[in-house]
């Protein structure tokens, strides 16, 4: 049987396929490679899934597909494309993120709410929002603080309405701040590894006493392949690594681990950007079997590993 894979040249979506074609599945990969980041990031990306004979992929954005064709034979779909960022989702851009998130999910669903397929929708902790209650349960009430949160959770609530309505299997994973090898440009651990490893500024928003629950790829890719297998149809899972620390704190252990001292430049903390993340993955845990199992230490570690092999060489 088939999987289909959006935002596949993507950080989560090229980990997560990579990990489904040497489980032995046929992975069918969609991205149409948005701006949001150097497409060149993303092509090599794709290098080690174009090596699997059980490997296809469509250059096509979601809301050109022909989707009636693509989804015959499609067991499960892992729904990881969107318009990423918190802090470029105000203004003009927003319109971005309505089409990517909340058009290309309600798309996908729309052409299988007759074929039940299995749904992964990878979610967003910025659903919560600043909330005062730590750490985050999924039964809290979401109060994103970002347009892009906003449009996380509209998609998330379009997934819940399909199962109610139509019995879709959707499964939500709210995924808290993802890192590791190949992490977008834009995040900061990718931007404070970087810069460190370089000996140049790093650009921190905020005093960095926020604090944020990180989670390690390989743990994030585990959640997924575990809900497809086990979730409950219609369900929504926090998806943390199990420590809330502070900016501050891994800075200190980047300097740690690359043997170079940051030079910081601190600006004024963003609007959108929440104050602290840390999630509750009991559920997770239960239904799925979900234990994170990489600490920050060594995930940072494989990170500067691949930044150094991969970015700056
Ligand atoms: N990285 C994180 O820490 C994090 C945290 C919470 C949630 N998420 C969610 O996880 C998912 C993956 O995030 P990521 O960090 O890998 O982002 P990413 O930007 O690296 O990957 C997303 C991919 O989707 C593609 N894409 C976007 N819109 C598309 C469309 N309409 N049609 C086809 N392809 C499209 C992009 O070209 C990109 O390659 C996203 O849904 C994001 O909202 C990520």
């Known amino acids: 049987m088939v999987k289909i894979v959006t935002g596949v040249a993507g950080f989560i979506g090229s980990s997560l396929a990579r990990r489904l074609l040497e489980n032995g599945e046929i992975v069918v990969g969609v991205d ?29 954005n979601i809301l050109e597909l022909d989707s ?86 509209a998609a998330e609530h379009l997934c819940g309405l399909y199962y109610k309505n139509f019995g879709v299997p959707t499964i939500s994973l709210r995924y808290f701040t993802v890192y590791g090898p190949r992490q977008r440009p834009d995040m900061a651990f990718h931007r404070f590894l970087k810069g460190i490893m370089q000996s140049e500024e790093i650009v921190l928003y905020g005093d960095g006493e926020q604090t944020r629950d990180f989670t390690f790829i390989k743990d994030a890719v585990d959640a997924n392949v575990s809900a497809m297998e086990k979730g409950k149809a219609g369900g929504v899972y926090n998806i943390g690594g199990g420590s809330q620390v502070s900016i501050n704190y891994c800075i200190r252990r980047m300097e740690a681990i690359t043997g170079k001292k ?23 845990g239960a239904d799925l079997g979900f234990h994170p199992s990489i600490p920050l230490d060594e995930g940072l570690l494989q990170e500067a590993e691949w930044i150094e092999k991969n970015i700056l060489s």
């Open 262 to 284: 940051a030079k910081v430049k601190r600006l004024e903390r963003q609007k959108g950007d929440v104050t602290h993340t840390y999630a509750d993955t009991t559920r997770a």
């Open 68 to 153: 009636a064709k693509l989804f015959d034979g499609v067991d499960g779909i892992y729904h990881q494309a969107a318009q990423a960022g918190v802090r470029s989702s105000w203004g003009r851009d927003f319109e971005i993120y309505i089409t990517n998130n909340i058009l290309a999910t309600q798309k996908i669903l729309e052409a299988i709410k007759d074929k039940k397929i299995r749904m992964i929708y990878a979610s967003s902790s910025s659903i919560y929002g600043e909330t005062k209650k730590i750490p985050m349960h999924e039964d809290d009430l979401p109060c994103p603080v970002s347009p892009y949160g906003v449009t996380k959770l």
């Open 32 to 60: 149409c490679f948005t701006d949001f980041y150097p497409r060149a990031i993303k092509e090599k990306n794709l290098l080690p899934l174009r090596d699997f004979p059980s490997f296809k992929f469509l250059e096509k």
